[in-house]
C-alpha cells in the first residue's frame, strides 16, 4: 500500500513520490565513467548501493520493495548528503562501480538500500529506491 511516483521507490517519510536512482556516463569495463546517483531519501541517510546479477520480481522489504537478485553484492556503503548521493569513478575515494563491483560484461542490476529511521509506512526503518538495469560492455 505505500506507492510512490512511477519510475521511483516507494514513499519515505521526507518524500511521498520515493527515492529515485538513475545513471550518467559509459558503463565500459575498459574506460568506466558511469556514475550511479539517488535523491529523495532522509538527509544523511546510511545508503546501500546493492548489485545483483538478477532482476526480482518486487518484494516487500521495509517500507519499499527490492527488486534486485541473484547474486547479491553491497558495492558501497555511504551517507547521503541532503538526501543525495553518488557513486562511481569521479567520486573522490571511490573506485569505478566496475572495479569496486567485479562485474563481467552483461546486464547487472542496481538498487539503493536506505535508512529512513522516522516511522512511515511500517515501523521497518528502511527503504529502497527503484531499480536500475545496467548492461556492461567491455
Known amino acids: 500500500g505505500n506507492n510512490g511516483a512511477a519510475g521511483r521507490g516507494c514513499g ?4 511521498a513520490l520515493g527515492a529515485v536512482l538513475w545513471g550518467n556516463g559509459f558503463p565500459s569495463i575498459s574506460n568506466d565513467t558511469l556514475i550511479l546517483s539517488g535523491s529523495g531519501m532522509p538527509g544523511t541517510a546510511t545508503t546501500v548501493l546493492l548489485q545483483g546479477t538478477l532482476a526480482n520480481p518486487p518484494t516487500p522489504f521495509g517500507d519499499g520493495l527490492r527488486c534486485v537478485g541473484g547474486n547479491l553484492k553491497r558495492v558501497y556503503i555511504r551517507n547521503a548528503s541532503a538526501g543525495n548521493i553518488q557513486y562511481g ?3 573522490p575515494g571511490q573506485l569505478p562501480i566496475s572495479v569496486q563491483g567485479g562485474v563481467a560484461p552483461g546486464t547487472w542490476h542496481y538498487q539503493i538500500i536506505y535508512r529512513n529511521a522516522a516511522p512511515f509506512c511500517t515501523v521497518s526503518q528502511n527503504n529502497a529506491t527503484n531499480a536500475l538495469a545496467v548492461t556492461w560492455v567491455p
Not at 519515505?12 to 518524500?15: A, G, K, M, Q, R
Open 12 to 15: 519515505n517519510s521526507v518524500n
Open 89 to 91: 569513478y569521479s567520486v
